[in-house]
């Protein structure tokens, strides 16, 4: 099993920037892609970015390209989420997540991740 746990949301004005980050424990051994999606007040939950367990192999969607850029610490077990040029339409809950183990490539699909955090609250303000 694997445990996550994100912080750093909160409220930030339009133009603003918010650093997201998700603390993995328990079984942090296996080569995990990891990925960020959110969920919008009565919007399904949507894929943000991912990163395989190398860091060598990115993706995210196009609404934050150029602006959302995501990373990670192996040593710290930890994924980061660096959000700029924040926009109203990013407010959501964003949501760290582990793919199922033999998931080499990153992926959009929320099917193939295993491991869910509880969350964390983002408010761009306009």
């Known amino acids: 099993q694997l445990k996550l746990v994100e912080s750093g949301g909160g409220l930030v004005q339009a133009g603003g920037s918010l650093r997201l980050s998700c603390a993995a424990s328990?079984?942090?051994?296996?080569?995990?892609?990891m990925g960020w999606f959110r969920q919008a007040p009565g919007k399904d939950r949507e894929f943000v970015a991912a990163i395989s367990w190398s860091g060598g192999s990115k993706i995210n969607t196009d609404s934050v390209k150029g602006r959302f850029t995501i990373s990670r610490d192996n040593a710290k077990n930890t994924v980061f989420l660096q959000m700029n040029s924040l926009k109203p339409e990013d407010t959501a809950v964003y949501y760290c997540?582990?793919?199922?183990?033999?998931?080499?490539?990153?992926?959009?699909?929320?099917?193939?991740?295993?491991?869910w955090g509880q969350g964390t609250q983002v408010t761009v303000s306009s």
């Open positions: 328990g079984r942090t051994s296996g080569n995990y892609v």
């Open positions: 997540a582990g793919a199922y183990s033999g998931t080499y490539v990153p992926t959009v699909r929320r099917d193939q991740y295993a491991y």
